[in-house]
């Protein structure tokens, strides 16, 4: 029989009895990080593959979608897989992600095709499948920001005490990036008398320091506010917003791995009352 589809031979992509299709995803959740009227509930995911068996004949095999309520999306990497399995030896001639994924933004679901017998060992296809945009089969996207942009996300700590040692405020999940972190950080000092020294850090995951703020001096009541953006870092006593004349240091220009993070601490310890407050925004790509 003549091959049905003529990128039979330009394919390289085989199965032979018993595989299977296999759906690797990792996905941050949408109804986490979108603001409230971009908030996604209704996205499906799924996957496709058409094969032609070196008999002639045609197969399928499909992953049905499962509904977002169904699915991991901690950004975690998940697996779906076909109950069928191939019947034979065959080309893979045409493969893509299925489902619904609209509102879904670029950079916030990881999605990989593969296909094998028990477990998927062989890659076909994988990249971010988002909004209009399905993995489809030879496609091979990296993750991160080398491939266009993220999704924005709230990053944000309410009211909190900082304690002796200090305090992270955030830190970048297992599994993400983060870049162009903008926002601003309070600290409070209380009323007990003495003067801080407050330390505002960037840390990698060994909590090694890096990017260090000139270290301001807030006494009874006052206030101090970091303003970060791309580029840096500015600093005010007791002013809000800061002044261009305030004290500036950058902030890291490169992306932030998964596990650094921003720390705030009073190194001269004067009460563990004070608080500080982070509300900020920043680019995430899931990149597991």
Partial sequence: MAPLFSNRFGSPHRVVKGDRLYLLFAGADPAAFSPA???????????????????????????????????????????LNSKDQARGSGTIVDALVTGNQAGIPRGALCTVLAVGAGTPQRVIGKG??????????????????????????RVNLASTAVPAGGLVLAAVPTNAIWKDLTGSVRFLATATVGTRNVVFRFRDANGAQFMHNPIPTPIVNQSYRFTIGPGEVRGSVGLEPASSTDPQVPIPGIPLAELYDLFIDDTADIDVADTAVLEAQAMEWVSP
């Fill in 37 to 79: 009227a971009y908030v996604v509930t209704t996205m499906t995911l799924g996957a496709f593959a058409l094969i032609e068996y070196d008999d002639g004949s045609i197969g399928e095999l499909g992953i049905a979608t499962v509904a977002q309520a169904s699915l991991t999306l901690d950004r975690s990497v998940q697996t």
């Fill in 128 to 153: 971010y499948t988002y909004n209009t945009h399905p993995v489809v089969m030879d496609e091979m996207g990296e993750w991160g920001p080398g491939g266009g942009n993220g999704y924005v996300r």
